[in-house]
């Protein structure tokens, strides 16, 4: 800590040493001329965001048997085998791995 008397003493000697205190320039204000008008900014208006299109399935009429859409909304109500039927759905054969690579021994697959 300084006392006042320390820090005057410390003052009057940097100035007899030649330490020129500046004192900052003040900063400028910006002039505004009445003659210029000031520009409008605004927010541009944009184009509303497109709404994103309803999922949609084709499929058959599980009644009639004709080529139809179904919406999202009308697949999640169906039941697994209406679903099924209604988008063709089968699955053939065997779901199983290819057999590529060595296989679970380290052997090889055997044809």
Do not use: C, W
Request: charged share 30%; aromatic share 6%.
């Amino acid at each position: 800590m300084f006392t006042t008397e320390q820090l005057r003493r410390v003052y009057e000697r940097m100035i007899a040493a030649g330490i020129v205190f500046d004192k900052p320039e003040p900063e400028q204000t910006p002039v505004v001329h009445e003659s210029e008008p000031l520009p409008v900014l605004s927010i541009a208006t944009t184009k509303e965001p497109q709404r994103p299109k309803p999922a949609t399935f084709e499929g058959f009429d599980l009644v009639t048997g004709e080529r139809r859409v179904y919406s999202e909304r009308e697949i999640n109500r169906m039941s697994a085998d209406e679903m099924k039927r209604a988008l063709q759905m089968t699955v053939r054969g065997e779901m199983e791995l290819p057999r590529i690579g060595p296989g679970p021994n380290g052997r090889g697959y055997q044809a």
